[in-house]
C-alpha cells in the first residue's frame, strides 16, 4: 500500500472528474475514456470541476486503491493542456508534476533545467 513513487507511470484524465465516482466508474473512464487498462499497474489522476479535489487510481498488489485529497481552500495548478488537435483522451505526466500539483506549485512558472542522461553501460569496452 502506499506505493505511488517516480517508477510509476502517471496519466491525467484532462476532463473534470465528478469526484462522486468510485473504484468502478473511475476504472470505467480509465478504460471507455483514456483506452488504458486499469490493471498495468499505472496511476490515473482525476481533477473535480473547481480543481479543488484530486483523486488518483492505482491497481497495487492486494487490488485497486484510490487516493482522495480535498483542499480546504486554493486549488490545483493543472498542467496546461494543447486541445488544438481535438479531443485528447489523456495526458502523460511525471511523478514531479504530481507532486508540484498536491504542494501548490504551478508548474508553468517552474523552469526545467536539461539534464545529461548517462549513456549504457557497455560490456565489450572492458
Known amino acids: 500500500m502506499f506505493s505511488l513513487n517516480e ?14 465516482k468510485s473504484f468502478y466508474t473511475l476504472s470505467g473512464l480509465v478504460t471507455d ?3 488504458k487498462n486499469v490493471r498495468d ?13 484530486m483523486k488518483i487510481l492505482h491497481m497495487e498488489y492486494g487490488g485497486l486503491v484510490i487516493y482522495h485529497m480535498k483542499l480546504e481552500q ?8 494543447d ?8 495526458v502523460e505526466t511525471f511523478w514531479s508534476d504530481l507532486v508540484m500539483m498536491v504542494q501548490g506549485i504551478d508548474s508553468s512558472k517552474v523552469r526545467r533545467h536539461k539534464r545529461n542522461m548517462p ?3 557497455n560490456c565489450n569496452k572492458l
Open 7 to 20: 517508477s510509476n507511470r502517471y496519466y491525467l484524465y484532462p476532463y473534470p472528474t465528478d469526484m462522486r
Open 33 to 35: 475514456q483514456m483506452g
Open 41 to 53: 499497474g499505472d496511476a490515473f489522476i482525476f481533477i473535480s470541476r473547481n480543481c479543488a479535489s
Open 74 to 81: 486554493g486549488y490545483f495548478h493543472v498542467p496546461s493542456i
Open 83 to 90: 486541445t488544438e488537435e481535438g479531443r485528447i483522451k489523456v
Open 119 to 121: 549513456a549504457t553501460f
